[in-house]
Each structure stands twice: as structure tokens, then as C-alpha cells.
């Protein structure tokens, strides 16, 4: 018999702004679950993305995910979010598209992406692996351009 261990966080102060969504399960037995529908969660992968102290190689391969899917981002939130925690907490910095790409433009820029490879790697297939030598400033310099240039943007 294999063990799963599933670690579980809960956010006792989470910042306001969110949307959520009822899902239903059919499996053991039915049931429902709230849960944040996708420009909501895209919100605080960015918030993440721009207040963690240290680069975390699986937030940058779900922001690839995010911009493949052309998923908004609930502004809403991630302005909550940035004034709840991070370097913009407590100020009255206007967050819209602009600023989200500007403040991701230098973050980009101050990545060591082989370190964010070898955070990712291991938890990709194989077949995955070889799209980690396009890991660079310049690579998700043009994802985020994608960001910038798209029109469903804001949720």
C-alpha cells in the first residue's frame, strides 16, 4: 500500500478580492468544493511571483501555463494581495496591466533561470525536460509580452 502525504495550507487572512466557483466531485461519494476560479488563481501566482524572497523555478512554469491558456488576471485581488504582503504592502500603488508586466519585465530580468531549472526539473516528465533549456530573460520576456498584448487580460 502507497502512503500519499498531502500538506494542506490555510490562509487565515486572505485578502479580499477573490471569485469563487462551486465544483462538484462525484468520487468516493458526491460532494462540493469552493474553490478560486482561474483569474483568481492566476492573481496569486503573480502576487507570488513578485514577493517571494527567493525564485521558486514551479511558480515561473505555472505562469507559462497561465499565458498558454490566456487566462485574465483578477486585478482585484492581486492589488489586495500586494498591499496585504510583499514590498507594496501598505502603499497605494495603482496596479492595472501596465504595472503588472513593468514589475514582471524586472523580475525577469533578475532571475537566474539555470537555478529556476533546477528547482522545476524534477517535477517534470521527461519528455517536459528538454523545454528547460529555453529557460532565460529572453524566453519569458516574450511570454510576457503575450501578457501585455493580449485583450482578455482583466478580469
Not at 512554469?61 to 496585504?84: G, S, V
Not at 533578475?110 to 537555478?115: K, R, T, V
Request: with cysteine; net charge neutral.
Amino acid at each position: 500500500m502507497r502512503k500519499i502525504r498531502i500538506k494542506l495550507e490555510v490562509d487565515t487572512n486572505p485578502p479580499n478580492g477573490a471569485i469563487v466557483e462551486s465544483k462538484y466531485l462525484n468520487f468516493p461519494f458526491l460532494s462540493s468544493i469552493a474553490a478560486h476560479e482561474l483569474p483568481s488563481l492566476f492573481a496569486g501566482k503573480l502576487h507570488a511571483l513578485l514577493c517571494r524572497d527567493y525564485i521558486k523555478g514551479r511558480d515561473w512554469y505555472d505562469f507559462l501555463w497561465y499565458i498558454a491558456r490566456k487566462c485574465p488576471i483578477n486585478l482585484t485581488l492581486l492589488q489586495a494581495a500586494l498591499y496585504q504582503t510583499g514590498p507594496w504592502m501598505n502603499t497605494s500603488q495603482q496596479i492595472d496591466i501596465d504595472w503588472v508586466c513593468n514589475s514582471l519585465f524586472t523580475k525577469i530580468k533578475s532571475i537566474d533561470w539555470q537555478h529556476a531549472v533546477l528547482d522545476v526539473q524534477r517535477f517534470l516528465k521527461p519528455e517536459e525536460l528538454p523545454s528547460l533549456s529555453l529557460w532565460s530573460s529572453a524566453s519569458f520576456e516574450s511570454q510576457l509580452k503575450l501578457l501585455a498584448d493580449s485583450d482578455t487580460w482583466n478580469s
